[in-house]
């Protein structure tokens, strides 16, 4: 090698040393080998908007809030990743994409892995959760509003709030059910100082309704929470499913508070399938029938009951039972009273459990009544009763 070459070789290893001291490289997980490893790891969301290719070679939009564009526009399931592999270098990127795993980085109630593998809804997203992917288009979007640093390149990236429920009063929101993406409840809050979020899930189980109410079929609990400091009093309506009561009177709407139900119904539209209420604080709600229906007496003896022969027997004139729906338990009371004294010395009325004996017996030529009355009350409270008699003919 000529001089002027060894020259110009050292001259090169200089400059690119220096070159080395002024650019310190940074990590970044690009499409396609971050692509790759994710689809590999999760073949479920195959096909779906997670796998679906972004419009430059940087990330999928899983990781990035817009699909391209460089690492600082990061999701926050992205940013999640890149803190993860920097507060652990020793993970691989398969290994960092399974410790995320059971987070929930976009705070939406579902973790990543449910998203990704379940519902193939965006984890970085608040707004895309199981089974409302049509709500939003194909950006994630991100839910903070702090800047964040991290220590491996010193670079600010702030993360876009994403939030249902703006300050200001009143303010009205419509939270999308985190189960089924639809958004059953209407609620008014009087005012709301700061932005924030207010989520609904609907389940079909949930605290044991009071004594008397009924839910539908199937059973729905709305439990509401909300992230804002806001001004009692909350307006709330819940559109319940039409087809859920066979009958709608009656219809109540119950707020769970302090460990019990408690009736804050201020209005039923039953055309409209809506319950409405006023509350000062969130938690279950439920649209339940109240039993207004009281118990049914059987049993009782029928019109016309006439004791004959009359030859000082015995007879049973009434087996005597009560049944209520929907609360089922129900006190029965039987009585029964006569128009004559006893005389013989021997029991002319007979009642047990509900079989009623009477004796065909008078003391005279004259005709002799038994009355016989019945009350049934149900857990609810609702009573009913009944009445009847029978006679002893008189003498001919």
Known sequence: MSANCKRLFVAAVLLLAASGALYRPRTVYAYPAFFDVFQARY??????????????????????????????????????????????????????????????????????????????????????????????????????DAPETTSADNVSVVVTAVVNTSAGGPVTVLPQDSLTGLT?????FSSVTQPGDTLLTTSSTGPAMPV???????????ELTTTVPYSAPISICIKYPAA????????????????????????????????????NSLSPFVVARVDRTPPHILGMPAPGCTLTPVDGRLVTVATVTATDVPAGAVSL?????????EWSGRPDIVITGGVVQLRAERSGTAARTYTIDAIASDAAGNVSAATATCIVPRAR
């Open 212 to 222: 008397g109410f009924q839910l539908g079929a199937p059973p729905l609990y709305y």
């Open 244 to 279: 859920a009561f066979a009958d709608t009177s009656n219809l109540r709407l119950l707020h769970f508070e302090s460990g019990a139900w408690v009736d804050v119904t201020t209005s039923v539209d039953t055309a409209a399938a809506t319950a409405c209420g006023a509350v």
């Open 333 to 341: 009371s039987v009585r029964a009273r006569s128009s004559e004294r």
């Open 43 to 144: 073949p479920e969301a195959a096909g779906s908007k997670l796998t679906q290719a972004p419009p430059s070679t940087n990330c999928a939009l899983t990781c990035h809030r817009t699909g391209y564009g460089n690492e600082h526009q990061l999701s926050r399931y992205g940013h999640d990743f890149r803190k993860h592999r920097q507060e652990h270098p020793e993970l691989t990127i398969d290994q960092a994409f399974a410790a995320l795993e059971a987070l929930d980085s976009d705070g939406d109630g579902t973790s990543n892995v449910k998203e990704i593998k379940v519902s193939q809804t965006f984890p970085g997203d608040p707004n895309d959760r199981p089974l409302s992917a049509s709500t939003v288009g194909n950006a994630a979007r991100v839910e903070s």
């Open 184 to 188: 059953p409840v209407t609620l008014t």
